[in-house]
T-cell receptor
Framework: IAGITQAPTSQILAAGRRMTLRCTQD?????MYWYRQDLGLGLRLIHY???????GKGEVPDGYSVSRANTDDFPLTLASAVPSQTSVYFC????????????FGPGTRLTVL | GQNIDQPTEMTATEGAIVQINCTYQ??????LFWYQQHAGEAPTFLSY????GLEEKGRFSSFLSRSKGYSYLLLKELQMKDSASYLC??????????FGAGTTVTVRA
């Protein structure tokens, strides 16, 4: 069982380009999340999905969009990248049960120049 | 919203005990989590508290006081591999987590 996979591992992107970060989980978890992690700021929630077909905005959603067409996949799209979106992006999932532990993918390191 | 505070850095000696405090102010509370994150890696789950009191799991223990908005993570018998960042996270009523900025623990020989 792989758990959560993310692709790419790292990417350097020119400002203004469109980029999709991929996230796939094989645990059949209902809920999925995208975070960005910046030095000194900790993990901040970008978007989330409580179940397939639904999405919601987190703390820092501007400039990002998501879709949840099925249970396993939760891609994050930057429509027109800006340098302030340089960060490490983590995808996570949870079963939404009583203890509801979130499990994290390995992360994508994105640099926007 | 959530306001979560924890110290930025702590240093301790191998074999010692370190206590990482976390205070929070929330608009809703549905549990507190501690995660460990080694440099360049993903956060991994350590502990979960939803009721007041102490939860012990091997060398790691976590305490919660909901009335005080306070938690701590206790690391005992420190080992070099415990050098990492420790993240305090509060879950709201909608199952979303808000994270503190993390505490970097350095274990010295």
């Amino acid at each position: 069982i792989a758990g959560i996979t993310q692709a790419p591992t790292s990417q350097i992107l020119a400002a203004g380009r469109r980029m999709t970060l991929r996230c796939t989980q094989d645990m059949r978890h209902n809920a999925m999340y995208w975070y960005r992690q910046d030095l000194g700021l900790g993990l901040r929630l970008i978007h989330y999905s409580n179940t397939a077909g639904t999405t919601g905005k987190g703390e820092v959603p501007d400039g990002y969009s998501v879709s949840r067409a099925n249970t396993d996949d939760f891609p994050l799209t930057l429509a027109s990248a800006v340098p302030s979106q340089t960060s490490v992006y983590f995808c996570a999932s949870s079963a939404r049960g009583a203890a509801d532990t979130q499990y994290f993918g390995p992360g994508t390191r994105l640099t926007v120049l | 919203g959530q306001n979560i505070d924890q110290p930025t850095e702590m240093t301790a000696t191998e074999g010692a005990i370190v206590q990482i405090n976390c205070t929070y102010q929330t608009s809703g509370f549905n549990g507190l989590f501690w995660y460990q994150q080694h440099a360049g890696e993903a956060p991994t789950f350590l502990s979960y508290n939803v009721l007041d009191g102490l939860e012990e799991k091997g060398r790691f223990s976590s305490f919660l006081s909901r009335s005080k908005g306070y938690s701590y993570l206790l690391l005992k018998e420190l080992q070099m591999k415990d050098s990492a960042s420790y993240l305090c996270a509060v879950r709201d009523g909608d199952y979303k987590l808000s994270f503190g900025a993390g505490t970097t623990v350095t274990v010295r020989a």
